[in-house]
């Protein structure tokens, strides 16, 4: 699936537990591929393809210093997507706490009934 807005490259672009690794990674400071694979079980060339698909969801940016190849982490693109999640998340609650006080409703009828049943043993 080819992403075709900035949401859906972040979230597919972070779909994959080896990129959400190189963006903790970054997320303490800046790396080169070389120190992004030291703690990777994967090539090189593998990092630099996750990289690229990070760098394509403008999750993170690259610069060169001499021969060095640095990449920094972008928080915006995090931010909207965390945004993004927020507003769900709200609704769920919103829609936990309806059902909260339906179960609440539900056990204080189900309580007055079990002692309406209790008086009326109690007058047999």
Do not use: C, N
């Amino acid at each position: 699936m080819v992403a075709t807005d900035q949401l859906s490259a972040v979230f597919s672009a972070l779909a994959d537990p080896t990129r959400r690794a190189i963006i903790a990674e970054l997320a303490a400071r800046d790396a080169t591929v070389t120190e992004l694979t030291a703690p990777l079980s994967i090539s090189m060339p593998a990092v630099s393809r996750h990289l690229k698909v990070l760098e394509r969801a403008a999750l993170i940016s690259r610069s060169r210093s001499g021969k060095w190849r640095a990449s920094h982490l972008e928080a915006a693109p995090l931010r909207e997507a965390a945004d993004w999640i927020e507003r769900y998340r709200r609704l769920w609650d919103s829609s936990l706490t309806r059902l909260d006080a339906h179960l609440a409703a539900v056990q204080a009828a189900e309580r007055a009934t079990d002692r309406t049943a209790d008086d009326h043993k109690e007058m047999e």
